[in-house]
């Protein structure tokens, strides 16, 4: 079963739920490249507060759906904790960014659009195109 994972952010008096992580200990978000792409940097984050949260649970994967694109972004958790940057900007919460080049993309009838690239020094396996819809 799907496990809501939840952060406070400041001034509001409730959580918000920001993604499930299923019994396949994937962490899957629903994402707008409009609002969450950052273009400058070409990268997508996730709270650090969620990141901290799905390392204590065992995370393995994080797979994004891009709802504007319908593209599913996919990198291996390790990889995402290696390669990816903090980074606090304006008066929001601070995130975890990971570039474009680590993720593997797929369009929603799982053809690969782009292929990640993989660090050396990082243990992964391999992403299977499984497609899970949120």
């Not at 299923?22 to 950052?38: A, E, M, P, Q, T």
Request: proline share 1%; net charge positive; charged share 35%.
């Amino acid at each position: 079963m799907s496990e809501q994972i939840k952060i406070l952010k400041e001034g509001r008096k409730r959580a918000m739920i920001i993604g499930t992580l299923g019994d396949d200990k994937i962490f899957r978000k629903k994402v707008k490249y409009s609002k969450d792409y950052l273009e400058k940097y070409k990268c997508y984050g996730i709270n650090k507060e969620a990141i901290e949260e799905l390392k204590n649970k065992g995370c393995a994967q994080i797979e994004l759906l891009d709802t504007e694109n319908n593209l599913i972004w996919k990198v291996n958790f390790n990889l995402f904790i290696a390669n990816g940057w903090n980074w606090t900007y304006g008066k929001k919460e601070e995130k975890t960014f990971l570039e474009k080049k680590w993720w593997d993309i797929f369009n929603t009838n799982k053809s690969r659009v782009q292929k990640g690239q993989k660090d050396p020094l990082v243990k992964t396996e391999a992403i299977t195109p499984q497609l899970e819809l949120l």
